[in-house]
């Protein structure tokens, strides 16, 4: 749904926030320089705010889609009234960013203040170095970074530094944008040290209490933080936005398609992978987005056109919120220059036809989903499902069918602050309001569980084989 990327940190977690559909001509704003450590007045932070109002409220299609107007407002009314002199960018985050992420729009809210960390671990920062996966309140501990080797994997948190886990959960969640409540889990997993101490302002040591696995009881333990050495040799190599691998006891192949972007790329990507699929006469093909946050919607356009038996569209229909800051990212879009501010310009959405018959992939195709497919990759499942595609497997998508996107980027005048909203109206085909529900559902693969969704997809071609 359009180019909505943020690239953000341990050190740095690729989270595409993500949408449909970049125009043409775009700007992206330059990120301003600021002093960090930069007191700020109360009128300063009061325009920032109101100017950030402004902008969600002038160019989102409909801000107030999953809140009520009367409730933002009166919270929007509370936070400005707890702005004071001498507070610095952290400050007005912390007040401000909940309030953005209330709105209930996974693709507008205010973005991590990336430079107050950078700052933190290069001065030597030790950060909370267990990884974990959230589940409701749960989270249970996958990974450590650093020297922590406590016996914690596989446990739960119970307690950090003396506060519930279940407190934690409740605080840094606010700060997480997102529709589906199991999308913003999965996010704040992924970005849970930087948010614990931009919210906390806490550093290592930790004292950690934790479930022990199979109820034998609890273990409570100080671990050091994770430094920027650690969180270097941590860090595994980033993985490539696109990649396959075939197996041949399967006559299947798996295409990891982790990211929407560099569609110049991804097409010469296609063309080599189907060529491949036709000389070692791949039958199945499993296309795996479990880990794909979106990007450019046209990238799913150039896949599903190797796959799909008839012309296909993934938006039915596009409306655009027109504004002045809107006008000022398309200048040579007539249609809308002509069109009135604060109208809705809407429009069908294109159909794409298939590739002739020689070229199309021919056998059998699954579609792997998760809590944390969204944005583009969301819509690319609810187009492939509606279409029959083939079977979808895995959980239901963080993104929505009927959803908001298309970034518009902004800095607030006086912190810098980057923020970012929706300009666009996405509507998928299909049935429902929620995400893409799967075929077969599975849970998200960990440690512990294995890969139930592949395995569940591997089941089936088995299964395949047997009744023929």
Same mark, same amino acid.
């Given at each position: 749904?359009?180019?909505?990327?943020?690239?953000?940190?341990?050190?740095?977690?690729?989270?595409?926030?993500?949408?449909?559909?970049?125009?043409?001509? #775009?700007?992206?704003?330059?990120?301003?320089?600021?002093?960090?450590?930069?007191?700020?007045?109360?009128?300063?932070?009061?325009?920032?705010?109101?100017?950030?109002?402004?902008?969600?409220? !002038?160019?989102?299609?409909?801000?107030?889609?999953?809140?009520?107007?009367?409730?933002?407002?009166?919270?929007?009314?509370?936070?400005?009234?707890?702005?004071?002199?001498?507070?610095?960018?952290?400050?007005?985050?912390?007040?401000?960013?909940?309030?953005?992420?209330?709105?209930?729009?996974?693709?507008?809210?205010?973005?991590?203040?990336?430079?107050?960390?950078?700052?933190?671990?290069?001065?030597?920062?030790?950060?909370?170095?267990?990884?974990?996966?959230?589940?409701?309140? #749960?989270?249970?501990?996958?990974?450590?970074?650093?020297?922590?080797?406590?016996?914690?994997?596989?446990?739960?948190?119970?307690?950090?530094?003396?506060?519930?886990?279940?407190?934690?959960?409740?605080?840094?969640?606010?700060?997480?944008?997102?529709?589906?409540?199991?999308?913003?889990?999965?996010?704040?997993?992924?970005?849970? !040290?930087?948010?614990?101490?931009?919210?906390?302002?806490?550093?290592?040591?930790?004292?950690?209490?934790?479930?022990?696995?199979?109820?034998?009881?609890?273990?409570?333990?100080?671990?050091?933080?994770?430094?920027?050495?650690?969180?270097?040799?941590?860090?595994?190599?980033?993985?490539?936005?696109?990649?396959?691998?075939?197996?041949?006891?399967?006559?299947?192949?798996?295409?990891?398609?982790?990211?929407?972007?560099?569609?110049?790329?991804?097409? !010469?990507?296609?063309?080599?992978?189907?060529?491949?699929?036709?000389?070692?006469?791949?039958?199945?093909?499993?296309?795996?987005?479990?880990?794909?946050?979106?990007?450019?919607?046209?990238?799913?356009?150039?896949?599903?056109?190797?796959?799909?038996?008839?012309?296909?569209?993934?938006?039915?229909?596009?409306?655009?919120?027109?504004?002045?800051?809107?006008?000022?990212?398309?200048?040579?879009?007539?249609?809308?220059?002509?069109?009135?501010?604060?109208?809705?310009?809407?429009?069908?959405?294109?159909?794409?036809?298939?590739?002739?018959?020689?070229?199309?992939?021919?056998?059998?195709?699954?579609?792997? #989903?998760?809590?944390?497919?969204?944005?583009?990759?969301?819509?690319?499942?609810?187009?492939?499902?509606?279409?029959?595609?083939?079977?979808?497997?895995?959980?239901?998508?963080?993104?929505?069918?009927?959803?908001?996107?298309?970034?518009?980027?902004?800095?607030?005048?006086?912190?810098?602050?980057?923020?970012?909203?929706?300009?666009?109206?996405?509507?998928?085909?299909?049935?429902?309001?929620?995400?893409?529900?799967?075929?077969?559902?599975?849970?998200?693969?960990?440690?512990?569980?294995?890969?139930?969704?592949?395995?569940?997809?591997?089941?089936?071609?088995?299964?395949?084989?047997?009744? !023929?």
């Amino acid at each position: 749904m359009g180019c909505a990327v943020w690239r953000l940190g341990l050190m740095m977690v690729v989270l595409a926030l993500l949408a449909a559909g970049c125009g043409t001509g #775009t700007v992206t704003p330059t990120e301003p320089t600021v002093d960090l450590e930069t007191r700020f007045s109360q009128e300063e932070l009061v325009e920032d705010l109101a100017y950030l109002w402004d902008g969600l409220e !002038s160019v989102h299609p409909d801000l107030y889609a999953f809140r009520d107007q009367a409730d933002a407002e009166h919270t929007y009314n509370e936070v400005k009234a707890a702005l004071e002199d001498n507070m610095q960018r952290l400050d007005f985050y912390r007040l401000v960013a909940p309030l953005v992420a209330s709105l209930g729009d996974g693709h507008t809210g205010l973005r991590l203040p990336d430079q107050e960390w950078r700052k933190f671990l290069e001065g030597g920062g030790q950060v909370f170095p267990l990884r974990l996966d959230i589940d409701r309140q #749960t989270g249970a501990i996958v990974d450590c970074i650093g020297d922590c080797g406590h016996g914690l994997a596989g446990s739960a948190v119970q307690s950090i530094n003396g506060h519930s886990f279940a407190e934690v959960y409740e605080t840094l969640l606010k700060y997480v944008s997102g529709e589906r409540t199991a999308f913003r889990e999965t996010v704040l997993g992924r970005r849970f !040290s930087q948010l614990l101490w931009t919210v906390y302002g806490w550093e290592g040591p930790f004292v950690v209490e934790a479930a022990i696995k199979d109820g034998e009881g609890t273990l409570t333990a100080t671990i050091p933080g994770a430094d920027i050495q650690d969180i270097r040799a941590f860090q595994p190599e980033t993985p490539e936005l696109y990649a396959y691998r075939i197996l041949e006891s399967h006559d299947a192949a798996v295409l990891e398609f982790r990211s929407f972007v560099d569609r110049d790329q991804f097409q !010469s990507f296609l063309a080599a992978m189907f060529e491949d699929f036709e000389q070692q006469a791949v039958e199945h093909l499993i296309i795996d987005i479990r880990d794909n946050g979106g990007g450019h919607s046209a990238l799913g356009d150039d896949l599903l056109a190797y796959i799909a038996t008839e012309p296909f569209r993934q938006f039915e229909q596009v409306d655009v919120k027109v504004s002045e800051r809107i006008r000022e990212r398309y200048p040579r879009w007539a249609q809308l220059q002509r069109t009135e501010t604060g109208e809705i310009l809407s429009m069908p959405g294109d159909y794409t036809d298939p590739r002739s018959e020689g070229q199309r992939f021919s056998g059998e195709t699954y579609l792997l #989903t998760s809590s944390f497919t969204f944005s583009s990759a969301a819509s690319f499942a609810a187009a492939f499902k509606h279409y029959g595609m083939g079977t979808v497997i895995g959980e239901e998508t963080g993104g929505l069918r009927i959803t908001f996107g298309d970034l518009y980027r902004f800095y607030l005048p006086h912190t810098g602050l980057p923020a970012a909203v929706s300009h666009k109206r996405f509507v998928s085909p299909g049935r429902g309001q929620g995400g893409i529900v799967p075929h077969r559902y599975a849970p998200r693969s960990d440690a512990q569980k294995g890969d139930p969704a592949l395995e569940k997809a591997l089941e089936m071609i088995e299964q395949g084989r047997d009744d !023929s």
